[in-house]
């Protein structure tokens, strides 16, 4: 089986992704498309992904699987061990909602062809384009928390001792709070379980300043 990422250093939609393949053992080949250069516009990825966004996962000569929350669900379907939903429909509907804080409500806010056309469209200058940022990327930090700090099934991680898909969203999102200067001191919660994600290899190796494609003196 040979199976090939399109993705970037910097996004965190291919971040989750990375996660999920690593904690699953998968090796895959990492193709860079440089979205600060436009080149998800390409018509070559977009004969691979037509939305214009990273990840796409082609898996041998298969149709590409588009979509982070979807591939990280085939990944789990087609390789369950590492387990990253639980056992019982209850804890599996938690850890999807907390995922689709994420990925369906805070991430889709901040990705560059909103910002673009918020600066193109809009004509929103860079002070209120940055209150945007940090404001929706602190909505979901803090819709995390409140979730996280008061159900009894959070343990070390989202959803207890084990890291599942949940966690790999919350860390896409604690990276994006460090993209846009948005402080986490009230997600104690958050922090603590994002720093428990750090100290596993798939989360740490994944992050996006250890990629081949990321700059050496990087600006946001
Ligand atoms: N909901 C999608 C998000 C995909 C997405 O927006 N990816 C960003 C990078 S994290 C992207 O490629 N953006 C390109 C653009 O906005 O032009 C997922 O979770 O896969």
Redesign the pocket.
């Known amino acids: 089986m040979t199976m090939k990422l399109y993705g970037?250093w910097?996004?965190?939609?291919?971040y989750?992704?990375r996660v999920a393949l690593a904690l699953k053992g998968l090796k895959v080949e990492e193709l860079s498309?440089n979205?600060l250069q436009?080149k998800?516009?390409d018509d070559n990825y977009r004969a691979v992904n037509p939305?214009?966004?990273?990840?796409a996962l082609v898996i041998d000569d298969g149709p590409p699987l588009?979509?982070?929350?979807a591939?990280i669900e085939y990944l789990e379907e087609t390789h369950p061990e590492p387990p990253l939903l639980p056992q019982d429909a209850r804890g599996r509907a938690r850890v999807r909602g907390l995922s689709m804080i994420v990925?369906?409500d805070g991430?889709?806010l901040i990705?560059?062809?909103?910002r673009?056309y918020l600066e193109r469209e809009m004509h929103e200058d860079e002070a209120a384009r940055n209150r945007w940022l940090q404001h929706w990327t602190l909505k979901a930090v803090e819709a995390l928390e409140a979730h996280l700090a008061k159900e009894r099934e959070t343990g070390r991680f989202c959803h207890g001792d084990t890291p599942t898909m949940a966690d790999l969203c919350l860390a896409s999102q604690v990276f994006a709070a460090g993209y846009f200067d948005t402080p986490l001191t009230r997600a104690p919660t958050v922090k603590r379980i994002f720093d428990e994600c750090m100290k596993i290899d798939a989360f740490d190796r994944a992050q996006p300043l250890k990629q081949p494609d990321a700059p050496k003196n990087p600006t946001h």
């Open positions: 970037f910097r996004s965190l939609a291919t989750r992704v498309i979205l436009g998800q516009h939305q214009s966004v990273v990840p588009f979509q982070s929350l591939i990925a369906c991430h889709p990705v560059p062809r909103i673009t």
